[in-house]
C-alpha cells in the first residue's frame, strides 16, 4: 500500500499558474505508476495526466496537454504536476494516484485525500 498526500493547490486567476506535489510513502516509489484526476462539482473523476515509473513518460488529457507537465523525482518519493495558462474549467479538486497506469479509475489502487484548485475568470 502506498500512502499519498497532495499539496500546492489554491485560488489563482485565469492564465496563471500552479505546482501541485503528491508525497508517497509506503511501497518503492519507483516501482508503480503516478497519475493525476480532478473532479469538478457534479461531475465524475476523470484523467488527466500519468507517469510511467520506469522511463518517466508521460501521457495527457487532451484538454491540458501544452499546458500541464507531470514528473516525478523518485529520489523524493514525490510527483510534481506544474499546470500553466490555467482556466476557469480548470477548477475541480485533484487527486493523485498510485497504481498500474492508464487513464481509469480502477487501475490505480491508492488514492490521496486530494487539493482543491480554483481558477477564477
Known amino acids: 500500500q502506498v500512502q499519498l498526500v497532495e499539496s500546492g493547490g489554491g485560488l489563482v486567476q485565469a492564465g496563471g499558474s500552479l505546482r501541485l506535489s503528491c508525497a508517497a510513502s509506503g511501497r518503492t516509489f519507483s516501482s508503480y505508476a503516478m497519475a493525476w484526476f480532478r473532479q469538478a462539482p457534479g461531475k465524475e473523476r476523470e484523467f488527466v495526466a500519468v507517469?510511467?515509473?520506469?522511463?518517466?513518460?508521460?501521457y495527457y488529457a487532451d484538454s491540458v496537454k501544452g499546458r500541464f507537465i507531470l514528473s516525478r523525482d523518485n529520489a523524493k518519493n514525490t510527483a510534481y504536476l506544474q499546470m500553466n495558462s490555467l482556466k476557469p474549467e480548470d477548477t475541480a479538486v485533484y487527486y493523485c494516484?498510485?497504481?498500474?497506469?492508464?487513464?481509469?479509475?480502477?487501475?490505480?489502487?491508492?488514492w490521496g485525500q486530494g487539493t482543491q484548485v480554483t481558477v477564477s475568470s
Open positions: 507517469i510511467s515509473w520506469s522511463h518517466g513518460s508521460t
Open positions: 494516484a498510485a497504481g498500474r497506469g492508464g487513464t481509469y479509475t480502477p487501475l490505480y489502487s491508492d
